[in-house]
């Protein structure tokens, strides 16, 4: 990215960079806490999850082990919810913490969840403007097209409505984790403060990414309409 070297990019990224590390510090942080207590009622995170989507009133969805760490998901296409292996089988609170995290996601798609419906139809455009932005912008500074230019900007811009969408429906499905763990007794007033910790900070993950979005395509912003009034003033 030849942009990478500009001071202006330089400048309005480190902002998001440094808000991008201090979260991812802060969430593996809180993680490696939140592991070291388990859960009083005994629950592994697949049994909380189980627990938390019945008490939803959420049906027929399958939950199953992935590889990887935190790499846990709800599947809305396929009603599968995934948890990492640590979390899938270990009775933590961190681990109860984030699966009854994806099973708010379950409840949200099984009460059709506003934002979730948006979120959902706006995926496959922003995975493609995600895809071809960069591509776009690279060609249109190559060839001097402004044509192109906007036209990155535009896809570009469907990655960020994206992430601005989906921070209230994480924060949602947080708040309905927590409220069905102590509903269903599976966790102690005591303990959801460990697990409103390690959702918090997986939260500010969300946030930081959000935020970096937002001043790349700024940066796209203010370096387009500099291009383009120069352009206007050699026609005149």
Do not use: C
Request: without cysteine; aromatic residues 8%; proline residues 4%.
């Amino acid at each position: 990215m030849p942009f990478a070297f500009d001071p202006l990019y330089l400048l309005l990224m480190l902002p998001g960079m440094a808000v991008a590390g201090w979260a991812q510090t802060r969430i593996h942080s809180a993680y490696r806490e939140g592991s070291r207590y388990r859960a009083s009622s005994g629950v592994t995170g697949a049994e909380a999850a189980a627990v938390v989507m019945q008490s939803g009133g959420v049906r027929n969805v399958q939950i199953e082990p992935v590889a990887g760490q935190l790499t846990d998901h709800y599947d809305p296409s396929k009603k599968i919810l995934r948890l990492s292996e640590q979390n899938y089988r270990y009775d933590s609170l961190a681990a109860v913490g984030v699966a009854a995290h994806e099973a708010g996601h379950a409840i949200q798609d099984a009460s059709h969840y506003p934002l979730l419906v948006v979120r959902n139809l706006i995926v496959p455009l922003a995975g493609v403007g995600g895809n071809i932005s960069m591509t776009a912008l690279l060609a249109g500074v190559i060839f001097q097209s402004m044509t192109l230019i906007w036209a990155g900007i535009l896809l570009f811009s469907t990655v960020v409505v994206f992430q601005i969408v989906n921070l209230p429906v994480e924060f949602d499905a947080s708040r309905r984790a927590r409220q069905q763990l102590q509903a269903t007794g599976l966790v102690t007033p005591e303990e959801d403060q460990i697990v409103g910790k390690v959702l918090g900070a997986a939260a500010m993950t969300y946030v930081a990414g959000t935020l970096t979005s937002i001043l790349q395509l700024l940066f796209f912003l203010i370096r387009a309409g500099g291009v383009g009034r120069r352009d206007d003033d050699r026609h005149t």
